[in-house]
């Protein structure tokens, strides 16, 4: 395991395969091989046993032990990146313009929700501008909750060996995960005052 990985470096090169690559090898990923494999050969849904429903290919599910999601694109999108749609039980709805995209945010969130060196903190109003503050804001556009959108915008942060997730703006929930204890008691010296889950 790589803990010098370099997200911000990793996604500047342009190439969301490369990424998915780096990252899955980095941070021992489970699911990001697949992930990749999808957004490689998506013109081949037959060869990859993908489901469609209701004109959607569905390319990735949510744990249902979270919350029963489903991430989708439209059959025989002419796009070679084509947008993404999500449903979480209330009908499709418009997720990402781009496939390459939604890869990208779901393989971070694989990391966020899995490993060792993790923990969580709801942030008051007050304490949200210390995460940028003190972090590199992953170069990625504010991106959709899918589980509820008023929780709204998804922002990504990250050092070597760290990658943090907040969403929502009038306090947020702040998601941390390390490579080692080292780097997640560091994470607890830039923001003390928070009160983190456990």
Do not use: K
Request: charged share 20%; aromatic share 10%.
């Amino acid at each position: 395991m790589r803990s010098g990985f370099d997200t911000a470096g990793a996604l500047g090169s342009g190439d969301p395969g490369e990424f998915l690559r780096l990252l899955g090898a980095a941070w021992e990923v489970p699911g990001v091989a697949e992930l990749l494999h999808t957004y490689e050969n998506r013109s081949d849904v037959a060869a990859l046993g993908l489901e469609v429903d209701d004109g959607m290919v569905i390319f990735h599910a949510a744990d249902p032990a979270v919350a029963e999601a489903v991430w989708g694109f439209p059959v025989g999108a002419g796009d070679p990146d084509p947008p993404t749609f999500v449903d979480n039980g209330a009908g499709w709805r418009p997720y990402l313009d781009h496939l390459s995209l939604t890869c990208v945010d779901i393989a971070l969130t694989a990391v966020i929700d899995g490993g060792e060196w993790y923990n969580a903190a709801e942030l008051p109003a007050d304490l949200v501008p210390s995460v940028a503050a003190n972090f590199d804001r992953v170069p990625l556009p504010d991106l959709p909750m899918w589980i509820d959108v008023e929780e709204s915008p998804v922002r990504w942060y990250s050092r070597p060996g760290l990658l943090l997730r907040t969403h929502g703006d009038d306090g947020a929930w702040l998601w941390v995960r390390a490579l080692t204890r080292t780097g997640l008691e560091s994470v607890y010296r830039a923001l003390p005052g928070v009160t983190w889950s456990q």
